[in-house]
T-cell receptor
């Protein structure tokens, strides 16, 4: 367990509104990731971070931005939500000691109407 | 680019039946391979992993062997339980920064 929490856990919003999802970890891990989970696609990487203020794009980054101003928080922002961004969003971290195992948060279910 | 292909589900079994979930991959080199499990309403958790060819990962009665000849990492369990009902994801490590590429997932339903 990497002490990962996500907030909110559920959100319903309307098309065109901005949305920010928060991932918080208590273990001081350097690497953090945002994925979205959709039926038939598994999990797809949106953005990842390898340190404070160090982020990069993943496979499906269009329409999303991220920020990491503190080690413990990794924020995912949808600047103008669209219905195609309705999904379950998962945050993950990986311990700095190595071992390759990613630990996942409980997820945020986002519905864009 | 690298990719992972899993057998489509759902897979429905009776308790104590033998389980196989197929996973094949396309990758440059020999990346680490993983099986993750997602129970209803939860995030993913690592089930087992293998870091090099011919390695066998095992956990909770599940096993998978890294086969470079067939580029496969099939998940097996000799006798499933109702509590094994979940979605199973095969994944591989993709390049630097410990990024993962996931398969589409396979839903397993085990009935008493």
């Amino acid at each position: 367990d990497a002490g990962i929490t996500q907030s909110p856990r559920h959100k319903v919003t309307e098309t065109g509104t901005p949305v920010t999802l928060r991932c918080h970890q208590t273990e001081n891990h350097r690497y953090m990731y945002w994925y979205r989970q959709d039926p038939g696609h598994g999990l797809r990487l949106i953005h990842y971070s390898y340190g404070v203020k160090d982020t990069d794009k993943g496979e499906v980054s269009d329409g999303y931005s991220v920020s990491r101003s503190k080690t413990e928080d990794f924020l995912l922002t949808l600047e103008s939500a669209t219905s195609s961004q309705t999904s379950v969003y998962f945050c993950a971290t990986i311990p700095d000691r190595g071992g390759n195992e990613q630990f996942f948060g409980p997820g945020t279910r986002l519905t864009v109407l | 680019g690298n990719s992972v292909t899993q057998m489509e589900g759902p897979v429905t079994l009776s308790e104590e039946a033998f389980l196989t979930i197929n996973c094949t991959y396309t990758a440059t080199g020999y990346p680490s391979l993983f099986w993750y499990v997602q129970y209803p309403g939860e995030g993913l958790q690592l089930l087992l992993k293998a870091t090099k060819a011919d390695d066998k990962g095992s956990n909770k009665g599940f096993e998978a062997t890294y086969r470079k000849e067939t580029t496969s990492f099939h998940l097996e369990k000799g006798s499933v339980q109702v509590s094994d009902s979940a979605v199973y994801f095969c994944a591989l490590k993709d390049g630097g920064y410990n990024k993962l590429i996931f398969g589409a997932g396979t839903r397993l339903a085990v009935h008493p």
